[in-house]
């Protein structure tokens, strides 16, 4: 207190000047401060922020894309999205948004744009073009443009199909049969293969002579194929583009056999058993439980068998017509068409997808031909089974085993033993089912283990288009 009178009384003639100085240079602080808070906000120099979706690398056709934008500070100006090939520029989009509020506060900050590319639309050529989106905010900089976010993605334009040939010829087929095209697909194909009715079968490199763009691919035709049924090479391209071409292949009616099948009180209580009691709702009767089993069981474990086959082995493993279980008779063959009667009353029916081979309970199976163990367990209505993979889509299947003698993963040549025969899943007996598939498609096995038929529907493929 004392003190501060005494420093007023000294500074006696500066006392009126002073607080005039200091106010006047607050306020010039003040508002130099405010100038340059102004400056820095309405001359702020951070570009707007934004991302692009999808990216693609290769345009076929029209593709909606996807931008968000945004700029926090002064807020988004305008967007202006063009499409530049060749010096040629295409404008594709362009929106300026309002400034509305002071400093734009109430301007739009973020945005999401959708556009579409359509290549053909645009009279695009093929080749190299860029997508560019500019988008300015209501920054002052920049001569007043405002700051630039400039987003440049470049894609190749490819609207032309990929070409696929057939090479090899006389294509013949029987109705559950199997057969091999040998192909030439153009350079820029990614996939190929064969199409019957929805049924993709995916081609491969012809491995003897890959400099010569050759690709061979294994297809069936499925037992329950039309006589009429249309067969297609397929393709597709780096950038998506397909084609799918008819190619002349004859095709064999089959007829398959019909057959009546008892289903005794009997042999329900000899098989039901066999199956976990998990599988069934209780107070199901035996036939329900039976039922449960020839329809959902068996689906299941078929679509588990397709699962298996989705990616084979590239190369060929297999060689020479596939081998017979030895000493063995046929106790029912590929495409059998069963109906079930249960006291006179037809209750269910199947098609039988193998052929069933007996000799002596509990024989020795071997393996039909050289291959890899892709499955070793038990499979449903299969009971415990063996499924090779020879190659390039071939695969064959061992059911019903007593006992199983290989590991997943396995190699196994031509004649191996793989196992023991019995009378597991659906079995009435003990015997063999043998089952032969391309690509996940049950075929006759009968024409892989005739070497006539694999000479006059494969070697002779094989060889001509050398
Ligand atoms: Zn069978």
């Not at 003639?13 to 130099?32: D, N």
Request: net charge positive.
């Amino acid at each position: 207190m004392k003190k501060s009178r005494l420093k007023g009384l000294r500074l006696n003639g500066l006392r009126l000047i002073k607080p005039r100085i200091t106010v006047a240079l607050s306020l010039a602080v003040i508002i130099s401060l405010l100038l340059i808070w102004l400056l820095m906000t309405i001359f702020e120099g951070e570009k707007p922020e934004a991302h692009l979706e999808p990216v693609p690398e290769y345009l076929s056709k029209g593709i909606t894309f996807n931008v968000s934008a945004s700029d926090l500070k002064m807020g988004l100006r305008n967007i202006h999205v063009s499409v530049r090939q060749d010096g040629l520029v295409i404008p594709i989009l362009r929106r300026d948004l309002p400034y509305v509020g002071l400093f734009n506060k109430r301007g739009v900050h973020k945005l999401e744009e959708e556009f579409t590319v359509d290549p053909k639309e645009l009279n695009m050529i093929q080749g190299q073009a860029s997508l560019i989106i500019e988008i300015h905010d209501f920054s002052k900089r920049r001569g007043g443009d405002g700051n630039l976010l400039l987003l440049e993605h470049k894609m190749v334009v490819d609207t032309l199909p990929p070409s696929i040939t057939a090479t090899s010829r006389g294509h013949n087929i029987t109705i559950g049969g199997s057969g091999l095209i040998v192909y030439r697909p153009s350079s820029d194909t990614r996939e190929s293969g064969v199409l019957v009715n929805d049924l993709f079968s995916p081609g491969v490199p012809f491995s003897r002579d890959p400099q010569t763009g050759l690709y061979i691919c294994y297809f069936a035709l499925p037992y329950n194929s039309k006589k009429d049924t249309t067969l297609y090479l397929w393709a597709r391209d780096r950038a998506d583009n397909e084609t799918k071409r008819v190619f002349s292949c004859y095709i064999r009616q089959k007829r398959f056999r019909r057959e009546k099948i008892k289903v005794s009180d009997r042999f329900l209580d000899h098989v039901i058993p066999r199956f976990s009691p998990d599988l069934f709702e209780p107070d199901k009767t035996k036939v329900e439980k039976y039922l449960l089993i020839n329809r959902r069981l068996r689906e299941e474990n078929h679509a588990l068998l397709i699962d298996l086959c989705q990616s084979p082995t590239e190369e060929k493993l297999w060689d020479g017509p596939w081998m017979r279980m030895k000493n063995a008779a046929t106790m029912a063959i590929f495409g059998e068409q069963r109906t079930y009667y249960y006291k006179g009353k037809a209750i269910d029916e199947t098609v039988h997808l193998g052929v069933d081979l007996a000799s002596l309970a509990r024989a020795p199976v071997q393996a039909g031909n050289t291959g890899r163990v892709v499955f070793a367990q038990d499979l449903g209505i299969y009971g415990l089974t063996v499924v090779l993979d020879h190659g390039q889509g071939l695969y064959t299947i061992y059911s019903h085993l007593s006992k199983i003698d290989v590991n997943v993963g396995q190699l196994v040549t031509k004649g191996d033993n793989i196992g023991i025969t019995g009378q597991t899943g659906l079995a009435t007996g003990d015997h063999l089912h043998f089952g032969f598939m391309v690509h996940g498609v049950f075929v006759n096995p009968i024409e892989w283990w005739d070497l006539h038929w694999i000479k006059d529907n494969i070697y002779r493929k094989l060889n001509v288009s050398r």
